[in-house]
C-alpha cells in the first residue's frame, strides 16, 4: 500500500512537471481558472499521464552519460515530441491536457478522483 500510496504521489507531481515541458513548445495558453473535468477526460488524462512517465523514464535514462549538449538537446526536443504524441494518442490535446494538469493542482477533490481512478486500474 506505502508503494502504491508512493506511485499516486509521483504521478500527480509529474503531471505538473508535464505541463512545464509542453509549454517550451509554446503551445501553453493559460486555462481556465475553474473548470468541469468528465470521468472520460480523467481518465483520458490518466492513460495520457502513465505513458508520460514512461517516456520520461527512458529519456531520463538515455540522457545519462550524455556529454555532447546538442545530442541532450535533441533527445530532449524528442521527449517532448513524444510526451505531446502520447497526449494525442489518449484522445485529449495539449491545451486540454495543461488545464487538466493545472485544474488537478488546484483542486484537492480532482487530486483524490484521479489519484482513486490510477489505484482502481492497478
Do not use: C, H
Not at 4 to 29: C, D, H, Y
Not at 70 to 91: F, P
Request: net charge negative.
Amino acid at each position: 500500500m506505502k508503494i502504491r500510496n508512493s506511485l499516486m504521489s509521483l504521478v500527480i507531481a509529474l503531471s505538473f512537471g508535464l505541463t512545464a515541458a509542453v509549454a517550451q513548445e509554446g503551445q501553453m495558453q493559460q486555462p481556465p481558472a475553474d473548470i468541469d473535468v468528465s470521468d472520460q477526460q480523467l481518465e483520458q488524462f490518466a492513460e495520457a499521464q502513465t505513458s508520460i512517465i514512461e517516456i520520461q523514464q527512458d529519456f531520463s535514462e538515455r540522457l545519462q552519460g550524455v556529454e555532447d549538449p546538442e545530442r541532450a538537446q535533441e533527445l530532449q526536443v524528442q521527449a517532448n515530441e513524444e510526451m505531446t504524441s502520447a497526449v494525442d494518442a489518449a484522445g485529449l490535446d495539449v491545451e486540454s491536457f495543461n488545464a487538466i494538469a493545472m485544474a488537478i493542482q488546484n483542486d484537492p477533490e480532482l487530486q483524490q478522483r484521479l489519484t482513486e481512478m490510477l489505484q482502481n486500474t492497478q
